[in-house]
């Protein structure tokens, strides 16, 4: 992994302030208590070019008022963010949490004109179990095809400390990934992992992958993820953020000193640039 240049932190750094945010809209997206979503969008008309973010909490916790944090400097720069809520094991497997994820993206791209939305490219931003879910639906693209989601939408995902080999996790973190998530069928956690389903990919959107340092449960596995997603000559594009815990990652996303919101820009920038692509 690389750590981004100087020069471009303390430029980005100059030209953001990102103002306290909070949901403009609650929606339901279902009919489960979990199944709803914050909506965050700058001030006009739109459409905006939207980012979809999810939460993280180990598959079992964790909710939607975590994208207070992410939203205000994303909204500052011109996108607009949808925090999802999502049904929470035991309640439901990861597989029902990564469809509730695609039924919410459906939900807001049939809404979109009422919602002030494009609907021509999105981005997919998670962390830490959020960071599985976004690169399963960039990796195992039958979920947003059985939500009616063209996956070809998914313009970016963007993985801030995510989990992207299931059975690494459970093998040597077994506290940090219970079985009582996954199971004990090693089928389904090849499955599960991201990086075990590149052949599988019916779309390419550009993954954009970060990670600390200094906890380091994930790093290993985001370097064998980083090499079969060049192996597989997709897009890709990857940072550091020395120093930092992994609930940083989350808790201090919008200091334009830390490298975790100059990145995201950078990849939506490239990306999912707020002039839309004809």
């Known amino acids: 992994m690389r750590k981004l240049a100087a020069t471009f932190l303390i430029g980005l750094a100059a030209l953001l302030v990102a ?34 973010f999810i939460h993280g909490g180990g598959w079992t916790s964790g ?18 963010v949808a925090s999802i809520d999502y049904r929470k094991v035991p309640e439901i497997t990861p597989q029902g949490q990564i469809g509730d994820t695609a039924a919410a993206i459906a939900y807001l791209l049939h809404n979109a004109a009422k919602l002030r939305l494009s609907p021509t490219g999105i981005a997919l931003l998670g962390h830490s179990s959020g960071g599985h879910v976004v690169t399963l639906l960039g990796t195992d693209q039958t979920y947003l095809s059985r939500a009616g989601v063209d996956p070809h939408v998914v313009k970016a ?21 219970r079985l009582e998530v996954f199971g004990a069928d090693h089928t389904a956690w090849r499955a599960l992992s991201p990086t075990e389903n590149l052949s599988q990919m019916q779309a390419h959107p550009a993954f954009c992958l970060l990670h600390e340092d200094t ?20 897009t890709l594009r990857t940072a550091l953020a020395p120093g930092l815990h992994h609930p940083q990652l989350v808790n201090r996303f919008g200091d334009p000193d830390l490298p975790m919101l100059p990145f995201t820009l950078d990849c939506l920038h490239q990306f999912l640039p707020l002039a839309a692509r004809h």
Do not use: C, W
């Open 215 to 234: 906890d380091r449960r994930f790093i290993e596995q985001a370097g064998l993820f980083e090499t079969a997603l060049r192996s597989h000559g997709e």
């Open 19 to 52: 103002p306290t945010a909070r949901a403009q809209q609650t929606l339901a997206y279902g009919a489960a208590p979990d199944m709803q979503l914050d909506l965050y969008q700058p001030a006009g008309s739109g459409p905006f070019r939207l980012v979809v």
């Open 157 to 177: 995902v963007i993985a801030l400390d995510g989990v992207y080999d299931v059975t690494a996790n459970v093998t040597h973190f077994p506290s940090a990934t």
């Open 63 to 80: 909710n939607k008022a975590t994208g207070e944090h992410v939203a205000p400097s994303l909204v500052s720069a011109g996108y607009a």
